[in-house]
Structure formats: C-alpha cells, structure tokens
C-alpha cells in the first residue's frame, strides 16, 4: 500500500488533529517527520500527514470541509 501526503504541518499539534479526524471516518493515517519537526521546527521541514493513495480524494475532501467551518 502506497501512502502520499495529504497535508504539511509546521506544528505537529495539528498534524495529530487532523490525524484523529481522518482516522474517526475510516481512512488510514502515517505522520511522517513529526519527532524532528517537534525538535528543529520548519527548517527541517514540517509534518507530513499521508494517507494510503485510494482514499487521497476522501481525506482531502474531508479535511477540506472541515476548515471551511
């Protein structure tokens, strides 16, 4: 199963949040560089929130209707 990036976080706070979400309706979730976010901030690079590649629409369209309310 491939996973790709749904979303880039520069705070792993909101990573794990929407983590949660995707999780509550089913979809699959892999946060990616969340440690070193956490101890280097946004010059590493932030937070990856993936999900497996057939439910990429679902997640960014749940997580897209999410931040319009």
Not at 1 to 22: C, G, N, Q, R, T
């Given at each position: ?59 960014r ?9």
């Amino acid at each position: 199963m491939k996973f790709v990036v749904v979303k880039e976080y520069s705070s792993p706070v909101f990573a794990h949040m929407d983590a949660k979400k995707l999780e509550s309706i089913g979809i699959l979730v892999s946060l990616e560089n969340q440690h070193m976010a956490s101890m280097y901030g946004n010059s590493i690079g932030g937070v990856f929130l993936k999900v497996p590649e057939d439910q990429l629409e679902k997640a960014r369209m749940y997580l897209q209707h999410e931040s319009e309310w």
